[in-house]
Each structure stands twice: as C-alpha cells, then as structure tokens.
C-alpha cells in the first residue's frame, strides 16, 4: 500500500504490574499483522498529541487502581485534551481494562472523559480481572487485529 493508504493505530498502556503491557503488545502484534496498518505502541508517559495526530484509531489498555483510572493513564489525558480539542481531532477508540477489581470505576471515568474528547467508541470495552490468562490474550489480539482490519476497510 502507498504512504498515504496506510493506516495508523495508536496503542496506548500504562502498566504497573506488566499485565496491560503484556496485553498491549499482543494487540499491538496482531494489529501489525495487519496490511495497510503502521502501529506505534507507546506508554502513556512517553504518548502526546503529535501521536494523537498522527493517528487514525486509539486503543487504550488500563488498569483500575484502587478503584479510579490509573494516574498514568490519567497524566497522559490530562496532558492532551486541550491540544486535542483545538484541533478538532476525533478519534475512534476500543478500551481495554487488566484489574483487580471490576474496572467499573475505570470505565466510568474514562467514558466521561471520552465524551470531552468527542472520540468514539467503535467496540465493546473487554475487562480482565486478575492476572491475564489465555482467554484475556486472545481477547486483545483479536481486538488489535479487529480494530486494525476495521481501520484498512473505513469502517471507522
């Protein structure tokens, strides 16, 4: 595909325990698997608005701490809604939730301020409680790969 046919998927995590990570980079692989699909894959400390511009979908993988959104996705919220908002930048997104808890609280805050970004929701958030087992793997390849082969076919 020609530079400008290709697609671009921001996966952004934060990760304490290595549980969203781990999940991350399996959706990130999946989606790579993608034709037509660059993925760049950043922690939410290192991501910005020059990543939110670049792209073409978002997918954000979370974990729940002490039932709230995890300061580290939270800092990188906090430090892209307003550059985000001045350029009208309206994303597509999927979220992903590793907690320990039920990511109620999580998905909650996250929703609200998914409002004020005026991004939108193209999947079902998936929620993994504990530590990840096959299935939660499965889920987020199959979330990259979908979200990725949704991006290539314009359905998003």
């Given at each position: 595909m020609a530079?400008?046919?290709?697609?671009?998927?921001?996966?952004?995590?934060?990760?304490?325990?290595?549980?969203?990570?781990?999940?991350?980079?399996?959706?990130?692989?999946?989606a790579a698997a993608e034709s037509g699909v660059e993925v760049r894959l950043l922690r939410a400390a290192e991501a910005g608005t020059r990543?939110?511009?670049?792209?073409?979908?978002?997918?954000l993988f979370m974990p729940e701490n002490f039932g709230a959104l995890a300061g580290g996705m939270k800092d990188f919220f906090d430090r892209t809604f307003y550059p985000t908002l001045e350029r009208e930048l309206v994303r597509p997104y999927g979220v992903f939730v590793c907690t320990?808890?039920?990511?109620?609280?999580?998905?909650n805050q996250w929703q609200r301020i998914a409002k004020g970004y005026a991004w939108r929701c193209v999947t079902d958030p998936v929620?993994?409680?504990?530590?990840?087992?096959?299935?939660?793997?499965?889920?987020?390849?199959?979330?990259?790969?979908?979200?990725?082969?949704?991006?290539?076919?314009?359905?998003?």
């Open positions: 530079d400008s046919e290709t697609k671009h998927l921001l996966i952004v995590y934060h990760s304490q325990s290595g549980r969203n990570e781990r999940l991350a980079y399996a959706a990130s692989a999946s990543d939110i511009i670049w792209c073409d979908g978002v997918l320990g808890n039920d990511g109620t609280a999580a998905l929620v993994c409680f504990g530590e990840p087992n096959a299935d939660a793997f499965q889920q987020a390849e199959e979330l990259g790969a979908g979200f990725a082969a949704g991006l290539v076919l314009g359905i998003f």
